[in-house]
């Protein structure tokens, strides 16, 4: 084999005939040499997807070098030594392009294609030596498939492989779920249609039996409805006869009324009554005129206030010692009381005490020096006792002429206090100059409050002058239509009697056009012939029977609105003798599917019976045959092996007597156990005269070395007519037949496959 697939890459293996150890690390590509064998006889499935938790072979052995997927197997077959290759020429189609020649020419091998060529020569489908020859570590149990029901039907019949128990029994299955499955199926279909029609058939029965009623309900209504109607022309003639009465009364009204209106006008026209907006202008002015008089008794009250404020700030002017002077002269008056540069009282006195010490110290100072100097013949000194007395008469004079004049001060200043604290109340020059100020201040508040009581007064007279052309105004033009208003309440006492006149006017102008209206109203309403005789009144008010003819009439159309409902149900639903027609076909359809599904029922058991009697014919031997190779790799602890239809094992023990299932068994154990069945299926179902290659990939990794070496004792034995390929990653299938000739051991590498 040649191959470029997966992780090969244009790498080739070489076997021989009988039993193929290949001992290869994992990961090394053992599985992908098996799932390239498979695919070189059987093909690659172009249409199968990934799904979750699979992947399909075209995308599984993609060549992980980007090349496209092809292989050679060059292969002894009972048509010869040949040649077959798979190449790829479009992506979506791997190893699509098949060729089968004869080796070493060119000859094609006739009717061989990609498609029939691994049945063609290994005698069995893809199916059946999937689940026989080509056994993988984690594939040992053999599970049901239509293609090896189909071979083992085969061989325990009459050798024809075109039927399988699982293919008929399904297609029994699905006739009799087309026909009934729960509620779905023909039958069921059938039996809802046939229901529907007898729905529809029992439909039309209430539907018709519904507009018999409403039509006899809209016939006894419109008869009613009749009889409400000439109750109420009753009514009308009734009260057309009371309105040709009411008329009469309307005439004489609207006359009266149009005599009254007429004699109002003419009487206002005599005394020159006013018009409305006349009356309302002058009233409206009499009302404003109140508003005036408020603004002036407000103005003079005003004026009162500042009168009162003038005459209490002249008071207080009055009251200022400097009263009847303007504030300049009281505040040169003020200046003028200040203190005079003179020195009075006990100040004078102490100048002069200060004066004659001065003297006598003059004279002692004068004495003693005439004492030192008495002695000196001097003539200054003669002239002493001349000068002295002079000197002390000087000196007396001039003190005594001092002392008049501090005198005279002291009495004027004393007359000025005096004469300041009688007017001021203090001799103080600043209480004075206080007061002086205090002064200026009240006169400046008297100047405001009268130039207030000028503006009070100016604003009073000229709203008085105003209030009184104002209704001098109104009392002239009043006059003109009533001489006898003097004032003001007797105008608006007549303003308002005129109001009332013309409202009287006005009232019986719109009564007389009312009255006007509504004879002529009626005049038009009543019929133009009279009746010769009064109309009985009528038993009933108008309003009870009004309101049973809407009643009545509402439930006449109600029923006419039923009645053709039921009529469109009625066209809706479908014709009476149709749907009795259709019921009778459908009961007949009824009849012939029950029979069908009876027939159905009894094919599936007789084909049941048929499958059970072939089961029971092959599974014996297969059981026997397994349980030969079962014991073989047990070392004979185990005896005998039984298998249902579905492929479910037990093995017995050897001396128990006693069946034990599969699932009981060790994992060792188990693991022989569906190797045995494996092999077993092979000698059965694999056609001996095309000697069909058995695979099996990592199928011993789980045993152990008594139950490998037991394993591939058989295998030795087996392959003496055959040939066996066992993938293994373990060294001891190989190491266990060192120097067997027999033997083919090939230890492989990821980067070479033969060493």
């Known amino acids: 084999m040649t191959a470029t697939f997966g992780q090969l890459q244009g790498r080739t293996l070489e076997l021989q005939e009988g039993l193929n150890i290949l001992q290869s690390p ?23 997807r990934d799904r979750a938790g699979f992947i399909a072979d075209k995308n599984r052995y993609t060549p992980w070098s980007g090349a ?41 091998v006739p009717d061989l294609t990609g498609r029939t060529c691994g049945e063609t020569l290994l005698g069995v489908s893809r199916e059946v030596f999937e689940r026989s020859a080509f056994i993988r570590q984690s594939g040992l149990a053999v599970t049901q498939d239509a293609g090896l029901e189909r071979r083992i039907a085969a061989l325990i019949s009459a050798g024809e492989e075109d039927t399988s128990y699982t293919e008929a029994a399904d297609a029994l299955k699905k006739q009799l779920n087309r026909r009934r499955h729960n509620k779905t199926g023909l039958l069921p279909a059938l039996e809802a249609e046939l229901a529907e029609t007898e729905r529809q058939l029992s439909e039309i029965g209430e539907l018709e039996g519904q507009l018999s009623q409403a039509r006899a309900q809209a016939e006894e209504l419109a008869a009613r409805e009749a009889s409400l109607t000439e109750e109420l022309a009753a009514h009308d003639r009734w009260e057309a006869a009371q309105r040709r009465q009411a008329l009469s009364g309307a005439e004489t009204a609207a006359r009266e009324a149009a005599e009254r209106a007429s004699a109002l006008r003419r009487r206002a026209e005599e005394e020159r009554l006013p018009e409305n907006d006349t009356i309302a202008r002058l009233r409206g002015a009499i009302v404003n005129l109140q508003t005036v008089r408020r603004s002036v008794e407000k103005a003079r009250a005003e004026r009162d206030e500042a009168m009162k404020a003038l005459l209490k700030a002249e008071a207080n002017l009055g009251e200022s010692p400097f009263a009847g002077q303007t504030p300049d002269s009281a505040r040169k008056e003020a200046q003028q009381a200040a203190p005079s540069d003179k020195v009075p009282g006990a100040v004078a006195v102490r100048e002069l005490a200060i004066f004659f010490l001065f003297l006598a110290a003059a004279g002692g100072v004068f004495a003693l020096l005439y004492a030192r100097t008495s002695t000196l013949d001097l003539p200054l000194m003669r002239m002493v006792p001349w000068l002295l007395p002079g000197a002390v008469a000087a000196v007396v004079a001039g003190a005594g002429t001092y002392i008049s004049r501090l005198y005279r001060t002291h009495t004027l200043e004393a007359m000025r206090h005096t004469a300041l604290t009688k007017r001021f109340g203090t001799a103080d020059p600043d209480a004075i100059a206080g007061m002086a100020d205090t002064y200026c201040k009240l006169y400046e508040a008297r100047e405001a409050a009268q130039e207030a009581v000028n503006a009070k007064t100016a604003a ?17 033009e009043v006059r003109r239509f009533a001489p006898a208003a003097f004032d003001i309440p007797t105008a608006d006492s007549l303003l308002r009697q005129c109001a009332v006149r013309r409202r009287e006017l006005a009232e019986a102008e719109t009564a007389a056009r009312d009255a006007r209206l509504r004879w002529e109203v009626q005049s038009q309403q009543l019929p133009q012939a009279e009746e010769a005789e009064r109309p009985a009144p009528p038993v009933r008010n108008r309003e009870a029977v009004t309101a049973e003819l809407e ?31 259709v019921r009778e076909e459908q009961l007949a359809q009824k009849e012939q599917l029950e029979g069908e599904y009876a027939a159905l029922q009894l094919a599936l058991e007789a084909l049941d019976t048929a499958n059970t009697t072939l089961q029971n014919r092959f599974s014996p031997e297969l059981g026997r045959r397994a349980a030969e190779i079962f014991s073989g790799l047990t070392g004979g602890r185990y005896g005998g092996v039984v298998l249902d239809r579905s492929f479910r094992l037990s093995a017995e023990p050897a001396g128990e007597g006693v069946y034990r299932e599969a699932e009981l068994l060790s994992a060792g154990a188990l693991d022989q156990l569906y190797l045995a069945v494996r092999l077993a299926i092979c000698d059965l179902v694999l056609p001996p005269e095309k000697t069909v290659p058995i695979v099996l990939d990592d199928a011993l990794a789980n045993f152990d070395d008594s139950r490998c070496a037991a394993a591939l004792r058989y295998l030795k034995e087996a392959a003496r007519g055959r040939q066996i390929l066992l993938f293994t990653c373990h060294s001891r299938e190989a190491d266990f037949f060192t120097g067997d000739d027999e033997v083919s051991v090939q230890r492989l590498t990821a980067g070479a496959d033969r060493v």
């Open 460 to 476: 009073a007279d000229t709203l008085y002058s105003s209030l009184s052309s104002n209704e001098q105004g109104i009392l002239l």
């Open 551 to 581: 009643g009545t009439r509402e439930a006449l159309a109600a029923a006419k609105s039923a009645a053709d409902r039921l009529t469109g149900r009625l066209h809706a639903v479908g014709d009476p003798a149709v749907l009795a027609s």
């Open 68 to 108: 496209a997927m092809s292989g050679r197997l060059d292969c002894g077959t009972d048509l010869g030594e040949l040649t077959l290759t798979r190449t790829t020429r479009r992506q979506t189609s791997p190893m699509g392009e098949f060729s089968a020649v004869y080796a070493g020419t060119g000859d094609a």
């Open 26 to 48: 994992n990961e090394s590509g053992k599985s992908t040499w098996c799932a390239f064998l498979a695919s070189m006889l059987y093909g690659i499935n172009s249409r199968e």
